[in-house]
């Protein structure tokens, strides 16, 4: 494996972390990706006269960047998603630095099943977190 973890070496409390700037150019291609057109992402004057006062991106965007480190680093390549719960607390907006983080809480080596803390920040303010179940892929035996 050349990136991630097999379950093996996974350890409670083992933590990773990505940023990313969301753009204009995030939103409308997930907007048109997803088919999710809402005007609160992509019209300003529309989104000016909501309680946000401006645009905002998709909770699903900031659900898509926990997918996206879940299976490029923790676990990593392999892992299948078994759950996800999201709980949006604040809006995220264009040029907002969102950090991820997944953080493995528990370990059940029959099944392979990691539990993990998911967490997205905006300068240091939570803006979602929840819960996954992802099963890890296993260590090869040895041949």
Do not use: W
Request: charged letters at 20%.
């Amino acid at each position: 494996m050349t990136s991630g973890c097999y379950f093996e070496d996974l350890t409670i409390g083992q933590t990773v972390s990505r940023a990313h700037v969301v753009t204009d150019a995030d939103i409308r291609a997930f907007a048109d990706l997803s088919g999710d057109h809402n005007p609160v992402h992509l019209d300003e004057a529309f989104a000016a006269t909501t309680p946000f006062k401006g645009r905002i991106a998709h909770g699903m965007l900031s659900g898509a960047f926990i997918s996206a480190l879940i299976a490029s680093d923790l676990p990593g390549p392999g892992t299948i998603y078994l759950s996800q719960s999201l709980n949006f607390r604040r809006p995220v907006k264009i040029d907002d630095p969102l950090e991820v983080h997944v953080t493995v809480t528990a370990l059940d080596a029959d099944k392979a099943r990691v539990s993990l803390s998911t967490v997205c920040t905006v300068n240091g303010k939570t803006v979602v977190e929840g819960e996954a179940t992802v099963m890890a892929p296993r260590r090869p035996a040895a041949s």
